[in-house]
């Protein structure tokens, strides 16, 4: 029996077999041919409502380059950011992140919860994050005065100095890794792209 499909990650897999099952199918002798083509249309029906169409299932050769380049890309492109932090400001990419949203947050305060929410990252992550840069003198946690059970991180006078010392290697770093790699793509469009897929999600 076919699995369900059970995330992006597994559907992406599913559709590049379906691809490979169709390019294939022709060269195999009738029957197994006839076994893949009754198992293709059992993998298909369990997709998602919407998506059963046999012909809205097939990516072009550019779609399957894109979706197979993209998870392998934003590894390397955080991977890359980590790097020139650490090298050159022994600073984690992750608590860069932290330090910038901070510094965007009114009063340079921001309860933990939503922290994480915006560093996309767990909880448990985050305060981590911000323990080793509180304990660094760049940010203060305290309890909240509305919600006992909350905690909120605020950047301190010296966190936001070492933000700025930072800043302009992330920039150079980002121009470098992502950018310069852009040449001849609509930047707009792209960042317009991105929103509509996160705001689905």
């Known amino acids: 029996m076919a699995r369900r499909l059970t995330g992006a990650a597994t559907l ?8 490979e099952v169709r390019d294939q199918r022709k060269e195999l002798p009738s029957g197994r041919a006839g076994k893949a083509q ?13 998506m059963r169409d046999d012909d809205a299932s097939a990516l072009t050769d550019d779609e399957r380059s894109l979706i197979r380049a993209l998870r392998p890309a934003m590894a390397a492109l955080m991977r890359d950011f980590d790097d020139d932090l650490q090298r050159f400001q022994r600073m984690s990419h992750a608590e860069y992140i932290a330090l910038m949203f901070l510094s965007e947050a ?3 305060t921001m309860r933990l919860s939503d922290l994480a929410e915006l560093c996309q990252q ?8 911000v323990k080793r840069l509180e304990a660094e003198g760049l940010v203060r946690r305290q309890q909240s005065v509305h919600d006992a059970r909350s905690f909120n991180a605020t950047l301190t006078e010296a966190g936001v100095a070492r933000l700025e010392e930072a800043v302009p290697v992330h920039v150079a770093s980002v121009r470098r890794h992502f950018f310069d790699q852009l040449e001849g793509v609509d930047l707009g469009k792209l960042a317009l792209a991105f929103q509509r897929i996160a705001q689905k999600g």
Do not use: F, K, M, Q
């Not at 992406?12 to 691809?19: A, I, K, R, S």
């Not at 009754?38 to 919407?50: D, K, N």
């Open 12 to 19: 992406n897999w599913t559709l590049h077999w379906v691809d």
């Open 38 to 50: 009754r198992l293709l249309a059992r993998v298909i029906s369990t997709y998602p409502a919407g």
């Open 106 to 108: 009114p009063e340079y």
């Open 122 to 129: 767990s909880a448990s992550a985050v305060g981590r994050t």
